[in-house]
């Protein structure tokens, strides 16, 4: 009775710090397959504990269970392994590259390539994902040339943002990847609102929202759902669930609601958990939420649960804030090596091609690479003409900036 009447503050805190052993035993895993796939013009209400669970397909033997499995065929399935096999590669050499003074700064993916490469197979030519820095694999399940988002990285002189923009920040309308914002959630609002303009002008096309769990405390991520709920917009809702954002824990952006799936149900929009782990059920969830944007059934929420494996990007140290081996002890596993052994099981793929593969691979991506830095990097070799900074924003220049620009003398 000594404190009654005296409030105390509350922060949420990690179950683990630096130095302490991993525990993921808050983390409720449902069994591969367990979770019924609705109709998609299933009522909200009768759904809401979808929210609560995660949808899975891949089980510990690898094998593919349950409604949501059968999708994909095995010639589709190798194909999404070989996109995350190449995305990993992809960041392992621009992650070197970054240490190497190549670019100034670089942001991995890895543990969650089946999040983005997954997902763009759900999609069909024309929609538009409003991604943030974390869904390489839209660009790279889609074919854009690996060169090109290289040249980006290393803002040279090939550069088709002309070094404008951030290291990894790429934008292609032909490839349906709206050029990204630093400015976190911003993609929300701008995704909800494009989908909608698509509605009003009686398009086909649908859009992707994209965001991670720390993102998801902005205020904009509120606003974007108010409308996408409001106006049934023909919107996905995507949200990457990787435990962290940056040094904070996801419990400090969840806040009290359970999961970040459950933040829709208060819109009264169908709201998914899925295993952000599994390929398989990345892509079904992925085809039925953009099955009911494309009918008018309105938006979906999805949560893919994963875990960042890796640092935040090139300037972060995890260390520092969680214990080395949390990514060993992540509970859903590695999303290749569960693609992989699926394809073992299934008879299509074995260690040795998987091996193959992987030189391969490494070879395609150091191919790339000195392409790209026979067009310079950082510090060497071609760049963008300073001229290249003063076009592109006004269709007629302000007096100010002419004025600079014939100080520049370009
Ligand atoms: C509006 C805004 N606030 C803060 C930042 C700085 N910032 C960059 S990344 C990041 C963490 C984001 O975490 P999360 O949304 O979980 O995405 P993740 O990096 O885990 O994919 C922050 C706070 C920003 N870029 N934009
Ligand atoms: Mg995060």
């Excluded at 990894?168 to 349906?176: A, D, L, N």
Aim: charged fraction near 20%; aromatic fraction near 8%.
């Amino acid at each position: 009775m000594a404190d009654a009447g005296m409030l105390r503050f509350h922060v949420p805190e990690p179950e683990v710090r630096p130095g302490g052993t991993p525990d993921f035993s808050n983390v409720t895993i449902a069994a591969a397959g367990s979770v019924p796939r609705p109709d998609i013009d299933v009522d909200p209400r009768t759904i809401r504990d979808m929210a609560f669970s995660i949808i899975r397909v891949l089980n510990r033997d690898g094998e593919a269970v349950g409604p949501w499995a059968g999708l994909l065929s095995s010639e589709e399935l190798l194909e999404g392994l070989r996109h995350m096999m190449t995305l990993r590669t992809f960041d392992a050499r621009m992650q070197m590259a970054q240490r190497q003074g190549k670019t100034s700064f670089y942001m991995q993916h890895l543990g969650e390539e089946a999040v983005s490469c997954a997902f763009r197979k759900a999609l069909e030519p024309g929609d538009m994902n409003f991604p943030t820095y974390r869904q390489a694999g839209l660009l790279i399940a889609d074919g854009y040339p690996m060169v090109t988002m290289m040249n980006q990285i290393y803002s040279n002189e090939a550069d088709p943002l002309k070094g404008r923009q951030l290291p990894i920040m790429y934008s292609s309308k032909e490839h349906g990847f709206f050029s990204i914002s630093g400015n976190l959630a911003t993609q929300y609002i701008q995704a909800v609102g494009w989908a909608m303009a698509s509605a009003i002008s009686n398009d086909s096309k649908i859009a992707a929202a994209w965001i991670g769990d720390g993102s998801t405390a902005e205020s904009d991520f509120h606003s974007a759902l108010v409308f996408a709920s409001t106006y049934k917009a023909p919107v996905v809702l995507n949200v990457v669930n990787n435990q962290w954002a940056i040094s904070t824990f996801q419990g400090i952006a969840r806040g009290g609601s359970g999961t970040f799936a459950a933040r829709g149900l208060g819109f009264g929009i169908p709201s998914l958990r899925v295993d952000g782990n599994d390929y398989l059920a990345v892509h079904a969830v992925a085809k039925w939420a953009a099955e009911r944007a494309r009918k008018n059934l309105g938006p979906t929420l999805v949560e893919y649960v994963t875990y960042r494996a890796g640092a935040h990007s090139s300037s972060d140290d995890p260390s520092a804030y969680r214990p080395k081996t949390e990514s060993d002890a992540w509970p859903l596993g590695d999303p290749i090596v569960r693609l992989k052994n699926h394809l073992i099981g299934l008879g299509v793929w074995s260690d040795e091609r998987h091996a193959q593969a992987e030189a391969e691979i490494l070879d395609m991506v150091i191919a790339a690479q000195k392409e790209a830095e026979s067009h310079g990097t950082l510090h060497a070799g071609g760049k963008p003409s300073t001229r290249d900074m003063f076009e592109g924003l006004y269709a007629e220049m302000p007096p100010h900036l002419r004025r600079q620009r014939q100080q520049a003398g370009v």
